[in-house]
T-cell receptor, first 115, second 115 residues
């Protein structure tokens, strides 16, 4: 079974600075998808960024980018120019490419932005 | 994209009673998922609900405690039966990816408190 580990329960960063959230995973599969979801106090799960394992190029979405290291099974999220609205719980998630569609989540990292 | 309406958004229930949570999607989807998020924890998959067949439960979750219905391709319900305070959690409905879209979409969650 796949597992996802986020070793940072909490992180904080000054507004406008850069922060990196860590995520490692364990799988024997060669094809899969990785995601970062954001959960603000509203409870709504919001997709931040996704990465297909077959793509070597790291995904980027505006201020958000990932460092995907397939051999090391590492998938970190970098947030540049942090904004107060980035404060939330961030979850790393894994999904097989086998059609099952279910997600395996990490424990989450609570990100605080200091003004 | 998919818009998911989940209700109720919150409820306070007496122990020993049952609560049924509804999930309505604005498009037809093959798979729907129910997750539990215990206080301060990550999301854990309860079961996968496919239309026309019995739900598939994850380890640690049983049908007698969490019966699920999936009467059509746009609707599902999750019942939390014979509730105890340990069932106090956020319950989230999700729909998986279809076609070339790898993103999962979530309802806004139901915050359940059992007293």
């Amino acid at each position: 079974a796949q597992t996802v580990t986020q070793s940072q329960p909490e992180m904080s960063v000054q507004e406008a600075e850069t922060v990196t959230l860590s995520c490692t995973y364990d799988t024997s599969e060669s094809d899969y998808y990785l995601f970062w979801y954001k959960q603000p106090p509203s409870r709504q799960m919001i997709l931040v960024i996704r990465q297909e394992a077959y793509k070597q190029q790291n995904a980027t979405e505006n201020r958000f980018s990932v460092n995907f290291q397939k051999a090391a099974k590492s998938f970190s999220l970098k947030i540049s120019d942090s904004q107060l609205g980035d404060a939330a719980m961030y979850f790393c998630a894994y999904r097989s490419a086998d059609g099952a569609q279910k997600l395996v989540f990490g424990q989450g990292t609570r990100l605080t932005i200091n003004p | 994209s998919a818009v998911i309406s989940q209700k109720p958004s919150r409820d306070i229930c007496q122990r020993g009673t049952s609560l049924t949570i509804q999930c309505q999607v604005d498009s037809q989807v093959t798979m729907m998922f129910w997750y539990r998020q215990q206080p301060g924890q990550s999301l854990t998959l309860i079961a996968t609900a496919n239309q026309g067949s019995e739900a598939t439960y994850e380890s640690g979750f049983v049908i007698d405690k969490f019966p699920i219905s999936r009467p059509n391709l746009t609707f599902s319900t999750l019942t939390v039966s014979n509730m105890s305070p340990e069932d106090s959690s956020i319950y989230l409905c999700s729909v998986g990816a279809w076609g070339s879209n790898t993103e999962a979409f979530f309802g806004q969650g139901t915050r359940l408190t059992v007293v």
